[in-house]
C-alpha cells in the first residue's frame, strides 16, 4: 500500500519531467493557463519536439555543478520541466533547480542512499501500472509522449533514461527521508508545525550545501 501511495506521488510530478528530458523550447507565455487547457499545451509541446530538437547543440555546455557539466540542452529541458507550471522559468530558476537536484543526490551517495537500478526499474514498473489504472489526463499525456519516442507504454518505462530519473528521484527522496526522521519532534506538535520543522531542516541541509558547492556558469544569466 505504501508503495503504492508513493507511486501516485510521483505520476504528475516525474512523468512531466522526465517527459520534458528531451524537449528545447517552451511553447508557454508568461501567463497562467486553465486545468482544462493544460492537456492540450503539453500535447502541442510534444508535437513540435522533434522540430526543435535540432535547434540546440547536445556539446554545448552552458554550466558545471561539482564537476558535472550541464549542456545548453539539458539546461533547456530543465526549463522546459520546470514551465510546465505556466510561467517560462528564468535562467537563474534552471540554475537553481539543477544545482538543488545535483547536491541533494551528491549527498544521498555520501551517505550511501543510493537507490538500485533494479529498484528504480520495479517503481517504474508500479508507476506504469498506476497510471493505466487511474487513466484519465496522466494517462494520456505518457501515452503521446511514449509514442513520441516511437516507444510503446511498457518500453518507455524500461527505458534507460525513465529507469535513471526514477533512481535519482528516489536516491534523493531517502535523503529527504532521513533528515526528516533525524528531526527530533514532540508527538504533542500539530502535525502541520512538524511538517514545517521537516521541510526547514532539509532546505536548511540544501542551502548550507549550496554554499560550499562549485559553480561555474558560462552563460548570461536573466
Excluded: C
Amino acid at each position: 500500500m505504501k508503495n503504492r501511495i508513493l507511486a501516485v506521488f510521483f505520476v504528475v510530478s516525474f512523468v512531466t519531467v522526465i517527459g520534458a528530458a528531451y524537449f528545447a523550447t517552451p511553447v508557454f507565455s508568461n501567463e497562467e493557463y486553465p486545468r482544462n487547457e493544460k492537456l492540450n499545451i503539453i500535447l502541442q509541446y510534444f508535437k513540435i519536439a522533434n522540430r526543435n530538437e535540432d535547434l540546440l547543440s547536445k556539446d554545448d555546455v552552458v554550466l558545471i555543478i561539482e564537476g558535472k557539466e550541464f549542456t545548453k540542452k539539458t539546461f533547456e529541458n530543465t526549463r522546459a520541466s520546470l514551465s510546465l507550471k505556466g510561467n517560462i522559468a528564468s535562467d537563474q530558476q534552471v540554475i537553481d533547480d539543477l544545482l538543488e537536484k545535483e547536491v541533494a543526490y551528491n549527498e544521498a551517495i555520501k551517505r550511501g542512499l543510493e537507490v538500485s537500478q533494479e529498484t528504480a526499474k520495479n517503481f517504474a514498473a508500479e508507476t506504469m501500472k498506476t497510471i493505466l489504472e487511474l487513466g484519465g489526463e496522466n494517462l494520456e499525456i505518457t501515452m503521446s509522449l511514449a509514442r513520441n519516442y516511437n516507444m510503446t507504454l511498457e518500453e518507455y518505462f524500461a527505458s534507460e533514461q525513465t529507469i535513471r530519473s526514477y533512481q535519482k528521484a528516489l536516491t534523493i527522496g531517502k535523503l529527504r527521508e532521513q533528515v526528516y526522521n533525524s528531526v527530533r519532534i514532540d508527538e504533542s506538535i500539530p502535525i502541520e508545525k512538524r511538517y514545517e520543522l521537516e521541510k526547514n531542516a532539509y532546505d536548511k541541509l540544501i542551502k548550507e550545501l549550496e554554499s560550499k558547492a562549485s559553480v561555474i556558469i558560462k552563460m548570461n544569466k536573466d
